[in-house]
């Protein structure tokens, strides 16, 4: 692995060769958890592919240069030429294996992961989710000395990390910007010790052995796990909503919101977080249109209150969508009125759906005792019906769905797992 600087990189990659080049930065996340995988990969492909390193914050001009916005970002060039997908945010092993299908022939490839040999790793404890209630409970094993493992297929946060704005957290008296109050939560239990596995696929889970499996070779054996995995955003499930998914349609206001300043955007569903996500967006776009199936917004009174006096809003209500088209660079959405069953077209830039959600629980088919909802039920300390195996937060059997019920689901099952080992 070679650390390269702007001047570097005429004679190191634009001089020909295979070359995987990161754009890194420090105090970085994403960063800190690709440089293991990039390593690794390092020693299995190094003789086929050049994999340099850029520090970002010092080689700002190639960075502009080349429209890197943000760390890390891997590029691929061959013969000094940029090619495949650029990879940023948190970035999966798989997902590099992949971009090295654009420098190397997929026989190739394969022949090297099969020289790959299966790791195990032992710990007290795997964690499936980094979302509040993972992340509590990593920090309450990692102060009781109990060696914990956390697993995310994605950075560590959840949704907390993609909320505008936390006003009902305890502890700040101005609401908190909610990537903000993730990051303090996921370093808190970072710096205790606990180990981070994120940005990986979890390849399998065995729950009665205690094993879970990432990357597809690498398996984590441990005396007990707590899933974490959280929710997941309904779908509507009308034709052309997968197809539109990133590309018209977004889940994720928090995320996507920007990029509609002054535009015109249709927001589908009436519930708390429907009316929230709709007044946030109109910070940026320039009309809203919440379609909802009932007659009356099921969000509480002050959302509603703020969404009505809201001169961006506006409601279609008692109609549903009932297909999604891509034309131009517009959506165009039927929905159909519920009372005269007539459908009319709406053209629009851009759809936000926010209609519920449900448990992240594929993984596990058919292991868990659920409730009727579809989610994890345990005992008061949150055990599962499989031994030495517990559930927090969302993805558990509960009434109340909040930050601070996740943690405290992970406050519990830590202590219950610590006194459980310690006997
Ligand atoms: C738009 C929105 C706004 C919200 N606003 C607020 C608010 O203002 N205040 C409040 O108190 N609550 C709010 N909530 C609710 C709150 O975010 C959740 O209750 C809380 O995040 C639940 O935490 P969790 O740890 O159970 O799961 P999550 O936060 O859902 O995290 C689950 C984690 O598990 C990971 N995961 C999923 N599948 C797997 C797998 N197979 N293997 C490994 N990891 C996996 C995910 O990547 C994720 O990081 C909001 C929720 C949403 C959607």
């Given at each position: 692995?070679?650390?390269?600087?702007?001047?570097?990189?005429?004679?190191?990659?634009?001089?020909?060769?295979?070359?995987?080049?990161?754009?890194?930065?420090?105090?970085?996340p994403p960063?800190?958890?690709?440089?293991?995988?990039?390593?690794?990969?390092?020693?299995?492909?190094?003789?086929?592919?050049?994999?340099?390193?850029i520090?970002?914050?010092?080689?700002?001009?190639?960075?502009?240069?080349?429209g890197?916005?943000?760390?890390?970002?891997?590029?691929?060039?061959?013969?000094?030429?940029?090619?495949?997908?650029?990879?940023?945010?948190?970035?999966?092993?798989?997902?590099?294996?992949?971009?090295?299908?654009?420098?190397?022939?997929?026989?190739?490839?394969?022949k090297?992961?099969?020289?790959?040999?299966p790791?195990?790793?032992?710990?007290?404890?795997?964690?499936?989710?980094?979302?509040?209630?993972?992340?509590?409970?990593?920090?309450?094993?990692?102060?009781?000395?109990?060696?914990?493992?956390?697993?995310?297929?994605?950075?560590p946060?959840?949704?907390v990390s993609?909320?505008?704005?936390?006003?009902?957290?305890?502890?700040?008296?101005?609401?908190?910007?909610?990537?903000?109050?993730?990051?303090?939560?996921?370093?808190?239990?970072?710096?205790?010790?606990?180990?981070?596995?994120?940005?990986?696929?979890?390849?399998?889970?065995?729950?009665?052995?205690?094993?879970?499996?990432?990357?597809?070779?690498?398996?984590?054996?441990?005396?007990?796990i707590?899933?974490?995995?959280?929710?997941?955003?309904?779908?509507?499930?009308?034709?052309?909503?997968i197809?539109?998914?990133?590309?018209?349609?977004?889940?994720?206001?928090?995320?996507?919101?920007?990029?509609?300043?002054?535009?015109?955007?249709?927001?589908?569903?009436?519930?708390?977080?429907?009316?929230?996500?709709?007044?946030f967006?109109?910070?940026?776009?320039?009309?809203?249109?919440?379609?909802?199936?009932?007659?009356?917004?099921?969000a509480?009174?002050?959302?509603?209150?703020k969404?009505?006096?809201?001169?961006?809003?506006?409601?279609?209500?008692?109609?549903?969508?009932?297909?999604f088209?891509?034309?131009?660079?517009?959506?165009?959405?039927?929905?159909?009125?519920?009372k005269?069953?007539?459908?009319?077209?709406?053209?629009?830039?851009?759809?936000?759906?926010?209609?519920?959600?449900?448990?992240?629980?594929?993984?596990f088919k058919?292991?868990?005792?659920?409730?009727?909802?579809?989610?994890?039920?345990?005992?008061?300390?949150?055990?599962?019906?499989?031994?030495?195996?517990?559930?927090?937060?969302?993805?558990?059997?509960?009434?109340?769905?909040?930050?601070?019920?996740?943690?405290?689901?992970?406050?519990?099952?830590?202590?219950?797992?610590?006194?459980?080992?310690?006997?």
């Amino acid at each position: 692995m070679k650390e390269i600087k702007f001047s570097d990189f005429e004679s190191e990659v634009l001089q020909g060769g295979k070359v995987a080049l990161d754009f890194y930065s420090t105090e970085c996340p994403p960063c800190e958890a690709l440089a293991p995988k990039f390593d690794n990969l390092h020693e299995l492909f190094g003789k086929e592919i050049k994999f340099l390193k850029i520090f970002r914050q010092e080689n700002r001009e190639l960075a502009d240069k080349l429209g890197v916005s943000s760390s890390p970002t891997v590029i691929f060039f061959d013969n000094g030429k940029e090619v495949g997908q650029r990879l940023s945010g948190g970035i999966k092993r798989s997902e590099l294996i992949e971009g090295f299908k654009s420098l190397l022939p997929a026989e190739r490839i394969e022949k090297i992961k099969s020289t790959i040999k299966p790791s195990v790793t032992e710990c007290d404890v795997a964690i499936l989710g980094g979302g509040p209630g993972g992340l509590t409970a990593g920090l309450y094993l990692c102060q009781a000395k109990v060696n914990a493992i956390l697993i995310d297929i994605g950075l560590p946060g959840g949704h907390v990390s993609t909320t505008h704005q936390v006003s009902n957290y305890p502890g700040f008296i101005d609401p908190q910007p909610g990537y903000l109050l993730s990051h303090y939560m996921s370093e808190q239990t970072k710096q205790c010790g606990t180990q981070y596995k994120v940005a990986v696929d979890v390849t399998k889970v065995d729950l009665d052995k205690k094993e879970v499996t990432i990357d597809e070779f690498e398996t984590i054996r441990a005396k007990k796990i707590i899933v974490g995995t959280g929710t997941a955003p309904n779908l509507l499930g009308v034709p052309g909503e997968i197809e539109l998914k990133g590309n018209g349609i977004s889940y994720c206001a928090t995320c996507d919101a920007k990029y509609f300043v002054d535009k015109e955007v249709i927001v589908i569903g009436g519930g708390n977080s429907a009316i929230e996500e709709a007044d946030f967006i109109s910070k940026f776009a320039g009309k809203i249109t919440v379609v909802h199936q009932f007659a009356k917004l099921q969000a509480n009174k002050t959302a509603q209150e703020k969404a009505f006096a809201n001169k961006k809003m506006n409601f279609l209500l008692e109609h549903e969508p009932r297909a999604f088209r891509k034309s131009g660079n517009k959506v165009e959405v039927d929905v159909e009125d519920l009372k005269t069953k007539k459908i009319k077209t709406l053209t629009t830039d851009g759809v936000f759906i926010f209609i519920g959600m449900k448990p992240n629980i594929s993984l596990f088919k058919g292991k868990f005792d659920l409730d009727d909802w579809g989610y994890i039920k345990t005992d008061d300390d949150k055990r599962t019906n499989i031994p030495g195996v517990f559930a927090v937060g969302d993805v558990s059997s509960k009434k109340y769905r909040q930050i601070t019920t996740a943690i405290a689901d992970g406050t519990i099952a830590a202590i219950a797992i610590t006194k459980e080992l310690d006997n």
